[in-house]
């Protein structure tokens, strides 16, 4: 939360000339509910099986630059879609960062009523491993602009063109 995905993921897919989709604003639009709404009607297990479900149908589309969100990765079978299908790119910011860039957003359940500098730090601990894990691309975001992530993306794709995921 914070790392700039939808920021970032949407100039990248500019960049490389590619469709943008964000996948908690998909389940919104399908749903016609917010994500708090969501989490405040069906709780945190219910949201997280729809991002499973929109995950695995946006994973199966070419030429696509998409954001999850934060908490995909916390699904064995979310991570094993995302190896399988695509090049993961991790944005990696400072716990600083997203406190700062988080501060002021209301559409964020798991931050809401609580400390949010504490609560980031403990969501981190539980899903660094799994960023890592998944992550063909690390780029530090905080503190940059999106146009010099972007640029480092794009360099370190290039670099992975023998890879033959990213052949053809």
Do not use: W
Request: proline share 3%.
């Amino acid at each position: 939360m914070g790392a700039g995905k939808s920021t970032i993921g949407r100039a990248l897919a500019t960049q490389l000339g590619k469709r943008f989709a964000d996948c908690d604003h998909e389940i919104e639009f399908r749903t016609g509910a917010s994500i708090p709404l969501i989490f405040e009607i069906e709780g945190e297990e219910g949201f997280r099986r729809r991002e499973s479900s929109v995950l695995d149908e946006l994973t199966r589309e070419n030429g696509l630059v998409l954001a999850t969100g934060g908490g995909v990765v916390l699904a064995e079978e979310n991570r094993q879609l995302l190896k399988a299908r695509g090049i993961v790119i991790y944005l990696q910011a400072p716990i600083e960062v997203l406190v700062k860039r988080t501060a002021h957003d209301r559409n964020r359940p798991l931050l809401a009523n609580v400390d949010r500098r504490s609560k980031l730090i403990e969501i981190m601990k539980v899903r660094e491993p799994f960023y890592r894990e998944v992550a063909d691309i690390v780029v530090s975001s905080g503190g940059r602009p999106a146009s010099a992530v972007v640029r480092d993306i794009v360099k370190q794709l290039k670099d992975l063109s023998g890879d033959a995921r990213t052949a053809g």
